[in-house]
């Protein structure tokens, strides 16, 4: 007997590779997820004896916490948060980092559609017109309907000059014109990362500039959902995450589904203000928010 495991993206990946490696007689033993897919075991005989598989061993049962469970939050994530105080639990197994501060490259806010990306960019540049500092404001998403009326309302607001992009080449030319130091925040146009011709647009657009990717996902996504599609965007070179709509959604297994893909925790949406709508998350400000009932708000 012959046994394989093979692990990839997804599971007709996975199917495939086996019926290619193996033939359409394999014996498909077990499926799981892990880490950036799914892996499966299967085996093929090479002679008449019969094939036995020997039972699994039965993992040790771990209480996972109800602030956890209620969130569904994955299993497998559940289970290394489910050690110790989980304020404690979160900071060893999630990464958490300041939101970058633009000010060495450009801060691309990039994501799926309908993600949160323009207000987002809206509170950062409020932000940091409050502090006195006028950042470079740009605009990459002048094909979708109302995008650019809408990013370009918060710049009159703000009295800042807004620059729209509708490709790579003009992206670079509007970031060329960035002061040394001044904070540049980009508004990207939504992608699915899952289709080719989408991605390589976003590749395009990144290119055109050194800066930092930033994937802005919204709070209340399906946890698988959310991981693979935080995984792909890390391929594309996001490596820090802002959620959106924390304080609307009631499950958030999705958000630490998705930093759990290997994305920094940096500042959190947290209301339709521009002013003061974004939050830092820390481990002790997550677990609070996990902790409590959908229905109470958490105190800053």
């Given at each position: 007997m012959r046994m394989r495991v093979i692990r990839a993206a997804r599971m007709s990946d996975a199917m495939a590779q086996l019926r290619a490696e193996m033939g359409e007689d394999a014996v498909l033993l077990s499926t799981r997820r892990v880490n950036g897919g799914v892996e499966i075991t299967a085996a093929q005989e090479q002679d008449d004896e019969p094939l036995v598989i020997p039972p699994e061993a039965a993992a040790p049962s771990r209480a996972i916490p109800a602030e956890l469970a209620r969130h569904n939050v994955p299993a497998e994530l559940a289970a290394r948060l489910a050690e110790g105080r989980l304020a404690g639990a979160l900071a060893q197994v999630l990464s958490f980092a300041p939101l970058p501060r633009g000010t060495e490259g450009p801060l691309f806010l990039v994501g799926p559609p309908g993600a949160g990306k323009t207000l987002s960019v809206a509170k950062l540049a409020t932000r940091l017109v409050m502090a006195g500092t006028a950042p470079l404001l740009v605009t990459a998403d002048g094909r979708r309907a109302g995008a650019t009326e809408q990013?370009?309302?918060?710049?009159?607001?703000?009295?800042?000059?807004?620059?729209?992009?509708?490709?790579?080449?003009?992206?670079?030319?509007?970031?060329?014109?960035?002061?040394?130091?001044?904070?540049?925040?980009?508004?990207?146009?939504?992608?699915?990362?899952?289709?080719?011709?989408?991605?390589?647009?976003?590749?395009?657009?990144?290119a055109a500039a050194q800066g930092t990717p930033v994937l802005v996902l919204p709070a209340g996504m399906d946890a698988d959902e959310a991981a693979e599609t935080a995984h792909a965007f890390r391929l594309l070179g996001c490596r820090h995450l802002l959620p959106t709509r924390l304080d609307a959604a009631r499950r958030l297994g999705g958000v630490l589904a998705a930093a759990a893909a290997g994305l920094a925790l940096t500042e959190a949406g947290i209301g339709?203000?521009?002013?003061?709508?974004?939050?830092?998350?820390?481990?002790?400000?997550?677990?609070?928010?996990?902790?409590?009932?959908?229905?109470?708000?958490?105190?800053?």
């Amino acid at each position: 007997m012959r046994m394989r495991v093979i692990r990839a993206a997804r599971m007709s990946d996975a199917m495939a590779q086996l019926r290619a490696e193996m033939g359409e007689d394999a014996v498909l033993l077990s499926t799981r997820r892990v880490n950036g897919g799914v892996e499966i075991t299967a085996a093929q005989e090479q002679d008449d004896e019969p094939l036995v598989i020997p039972p699994e061993a039965a993992a040790p049962s771990r209480a996972i916490p109800a602030e956890l469970a209620r969130h569904n939050v994955p299993a497998e994530l559940a289970a290394r948060l489910a050690e110790g105080r989980l304020a404690g639990a979160l900071a060893q197994v999630l990464s958490f980092a300041p939101l970058p501060r633009g000010t060495e490259g450009p801060l691309f806010l990039v994501g799926p559609p309908g993600a949160g990306k323009t207000l987002s960019v809206a509170k950062l540049a409020t932000r940091l017109v409050m502090a006195g500092t006028a950042p470079l404001l740009v605009t990459a998403d002048g094909r979708r309907a109302g995008a650019t009326e809408q990013i370009a309302a918060y710049a009159r607001v703000l009295g800042l000059p807004l620059a729209v992009a509708s490709g790579p080449a003009a992206l670079g030319k509007a970031l060329g014109r960035r002061a040394e130091g001044q904070v540049a925040l980009v508004d990207m146009p939504g992608c699915d990362p899952f289709s080719p011709a989408s991605a390589r647009g976003l590749a395009a657009l990144l290119a055109a500039a050194q800066g930092t990717p930033v994937l802005v996902l919204p709070a209340g996504m399906d946890a698988d959902e959310a991981a693979e599609t935080a995984h792909a965007f890390r391929l594309l070179g996001c490596r820090h995450l802002l959620p959106t709509r924390l304080d609307a959604a009631r499950r958030l297994g999705g958000v630490l589904a998705a930093a759990a893909a290997g994305l920094a925790l940096t500042e959190a949406g947290i209301g339709q203000d521009a002013v003061g709508g974004l939050e830092p998350l820390t481990p002790e400000r997550l677990a609070a928010r996990l902790g409590a009932p959908a229905n109470r708000e958490i105190a800053p």
